[in-house]
């Protein structure tokens, strides 16, 4: 079955640490977003991808990467400059033709200790 | 700038039905969406609606579309706990396929 996979599920890090979130999707979408969920904020753009090897910051891309060295892959990663990075990130993939909107994963949430 | 506006919170009784709504600033949207999102979970692709649409209906779920006002509604019928949830609306941008994603509404079911 074709669908966008996010590992893990669960994620604790230490304060200070860099850690990496993976988005994998087998839809041969060419777009790719990740987002983030705090409560009561809706979801707050990070990063996309529209094309291989290009990137665009989103509203809230500060202390975040991303790499999209493959169609199939965006893995996004918080470093030690986001201020506050627990939080639930979910990332999405998309067609060319917007009438099927965004594919999710279930999401990865992120604890920092 | 683009924005999608929502209420927070719709509480209502099992059997009855619910409507959410949401207002959109962009005329020029395209497509406009309504997602779900269970606790703990991804959000999952409800329904559409093309913007030279003024309805659509789906099994218990109608979405009404009113261009002239920029307003979106989702109705549910027969609403079920199962429904219990946080919905998304969500138009697209001028910017590429971008979605511009309201705050998002809990509906709350109660039996």
């Known amino acids: 079955d074709g669908g966008i996979t996010q590992s893990p599920k669960y994620l604790f890090r230490k304060e200070g640490q860099n850690v990496t979130l993976s988005c994998e999707q087998n839809l041969n979408h060419d777009a790719m977003y990740w987002y983030r969920q705090d409560p009561g904020q809706g979801l707050r753009l990070i990063y996309y991808?529209?094309?291989?090897?290009?990137?665009q910051k989103g509203d809230i891309a500060e202390g975040y990467s991303v790499s999209r060295e493959k169609k199939e892959s965006f893995p996004l990663t918080v470093t030690s400059a986001q201020k506050n990075p627990t939080a639930f990130y979910l990332c999405?993939?998309?067609?060319?033709?917007?009438?099927?909107?965004?594919?999710f994963g279930s999401g990865t949430r992120l604890t920092v200790v | 700038g683009e924005d999608v506006e929502q209420s927070l919170f719709l509480s209502v009784r099992e059997g009855d039905s619910s409507v959410i709504n949401c207002t959109y600033t962009?005329?020029?949207?395209?497509?406009l969406y309504w997602y779900k999102q269970e606790p703990g979970a991804g959000l999952q692709l409800l329904t559409y609606i093309f913007s030279n649409m003024d309805m659509k209906q789906d099994q218990r779920l109608t979405v009404l579309l009113n261009k002239k006002d920029k307003h979106l509604s989702l109705r549910i019928a027969d609403t079920q706990t199962g429904d219990s949830a946080i919905y998304f609306c969500?138009?697209?941008?001028?910017?590429?396929?971008?979605?511009?994603f309201g705050q998002g509404t809990e509906l709350s079911v109660k039996p």
């Open positions: 991808s529209q094309i291989v090897n290009d990137f």
């Open positions: 999405a993939s998309s067609p060319s033709d917007r009438a099927y909107g965004y594919t």
């Open positions: 969500a138009e697209t941008s001028n910017q590429g396929g971008k979605l511009i």
């Open positions: 962009d005329s020029s949207s395209t497509y």
